[in-house]
């Protein structure tokens, strides 16, 4: 049982391992490489993203997530510009600190459980912010 006022504490990390814990049904793997497939996947999206678009789905990550979301990021950076979906599996490959994890099966998993949990208008607007490429490889997840 939560101890008194911490229930919003229990609440996310509850909340966070349901996100984690379908992306590792749907890559057929354990917690850990669905935590590590979520992570890079979120930060590699975000890093896609015009800053208010990446906050504007930020807003919609469990709060411990948003935290994973956020990590190391620079809102100044120039955003990245894959041009083909192989690019932006490379990149993920390159992030990913679990490398026996595989981006083929991550990435759709990741994107699957993305669009389960947030508003269909937000996953749209993240989806049309995307370069071509990347929405193609999304389109086929």
Do not use: N
Request: overall charge negative; glycine content about 8%.
């Amino acid at each position: 049982m939560a101890e008194r006022g911490l229930e919003g504490i229990d609440e996310t990390v509850q909340l966070t391992y349901t996100w984690i814990d379908e992306v590792a049904e749907r890559m057929g793997s354990d917690r850990h490489h669905g935590f590590q497939a979520l992570r890079t996947f979120l930060q590699l999206l975000r890093d896609h993203l015009q800053v208010d678009e990446a906050a504007q789905l930020a807003a919609q990550l469990p709060v411990l997530l948003r935290g994973f979301f956020y990590e190391g990021w620079d809102p100044g950076h120039d955003l990245l510009h894959e041009r083909g979906g192989d690019e932006f599996v490379a990149r993920f490959m390159e992030r990913c600190p679990v490398k026996t994890i595989d981006p083929e099966k991550a990435i759709p998993a990741a994107w699957a459980v993305l669009r389960k949990h947030v508003s269909g208008g937000e996953v749209e607007d993240v989806f049309q912010s995307l370069p071509k490429g990347v929405r193609e490889l999304l389109e086929r997840a």
